[in-house]
Nanobody, 114 residues
Framework: VQLVESGGGLVQPGGSLRLSCAVS????????MSWYRQAPGKERESVAT????????NYADSVKGRFTISEDTAKNMVYLEMNSLKPEDTAVYYC????????WGQGTQVTVSS
């Protein structure tokens, strides 16, 4: 099982980024997938969740209306489109299954700063 996140970087407030998560070792469409983030000194939190088979998405209040999670089941990929980024979105972002966690990937750093 391997999770490889990419797409992070340094962006100004109000900017956008698109994160990608390449999954191997299990089929994403069989699980509820989530993007998590961990800011310095804080616990890891789930910010967006998707179950494509059930046509279900859910977002933390802090990102609702700004982030969009999606999934390409044919490619076994999960994405996070992030718009109107704020400094408080600065964190390392990870993808994983919701609940039935597997080993974490290395994550991708998102820094929102002017």
């Amino acid at each position: 099982v391997q999770l490889v996140e990419s797409g992070g970087g340094l962006v100004q407030p109000g900017g956008s980024l698109r994160l990608s998560c390449a999954v191997s070792g299990f089929t994403t469409r069989l699980y509820v997938m989530s993007w998590y983030r961990q800011a310095p000194g804080k616990e890891r939190e789930s910010v967006a969740t998707i179950h494509s088979v059930g046509d279900y998405t859910n977002y933390a209040d802090s990102v609702k209306g700004r982030f969009t999670i999606s999934e390409d089941t044919a490619k076994n990929m999960v994405y996070l489109e992030m718009n109107s980024l704020k400094p408080e979105d600065t964190a390392v972002y990870y993808c994983n299954r919701l609940g039935a966690l597997v080993s974490w990937g290395q994550g991708t750093q998102v820094t929102v700063s002017s």
